[in-house]
């Protein structure tokens, strides 16, 4: 997902520009199940299926051509691309939000609760979104406004395709009293390249190309 985060625009507009991320969509899914094959216990693996089972086969539909599903993304997508460069400030946010999390200085009860607060899902995004939903209320505040209230709905579904069901599901008991001193404060400049974290470097690397 942070590859396709590079660039002025990355969201492919066309088929040929979808096929072409679905090059990449199919072999980060390959070295996934693979990784998963060889490196995990079995434990594991039956976790990852139950999570990424069905993420994967709408992945794989997404890429077929002629699929439906492909067929309402592109529908959707020059629009989506059109407004993507004004996301910028949520994928800051997004990085210093990733900096906190793997920041030793975080405990690791903390680190669960944090990204909970950051990217909870379970709200209804066309109720009122929670307070601290703060990167799904940056990113469809700019999608809306430009390109509709279907258009936010769709995105939304996408993103969980690409996520799996596993933030929802790990964050469903969560209770966000506790975010105002998890987060952050809205608008901290992430460090970056100049970051601790091996993790936090390379995110940067991604998302400032």
Do not use: W
């Amino acid at each position: 997902m942070v590859l396709f985060m590079q660039g002025d625009s990355p969201i492919p507009t066309n088929e040929d520009e979808l096929k072409s991320s679905c090059e990449y969509i199919q072999e980060a899914n390959h070295c996934m199940g693979n990784y998963t094959e060889k490196c995990t216990t079995p434990m594991v693996r039956e976790l990852m299926d139950v999570f990424m089972g069905d993420a994967s086969s709408q992945l794989n539909e997404f890429c077929t051509p002629g699929s439906e599903l492909s067929a309402n993304f592109l529908q959707h997508s020059e629009c989506l691309s059109e407004v993507y460069p004004e996301q910028r400030p949520c994928l800051q946010d997004f990085q210093a939000v990733i900096e906190k999390v793997v920041d030793k200085a975080t405990s690791n009860e903390d680190r669960v609760p944090t990204l909970c607060c950051f990217s909870d899902n379970r709200v209804d995004l066309f109720a009122g979104c929670s307070g601290y939903n703060r990167f799904n209320q940056c990113v469809h505040g700019v999608i809306e406004p430009k390109c509709g209230a279907e258009t936010v709905q769709y995105s939304t579904q996408m993103f969980e395709m690409i996520a799996t069901t596993m933030p929802r599901t790990i964050c469903s008991n969560f209770q966000d009293d506790s975010c105002d001193h998890l987060l952050p404060s809205p608008g901290t400049q992430p460090e970056g390249s100049q970051s601790k974290s091996a993790l936090a470097r390379l995110l940067s690397a991604f998302l400032n190309n």
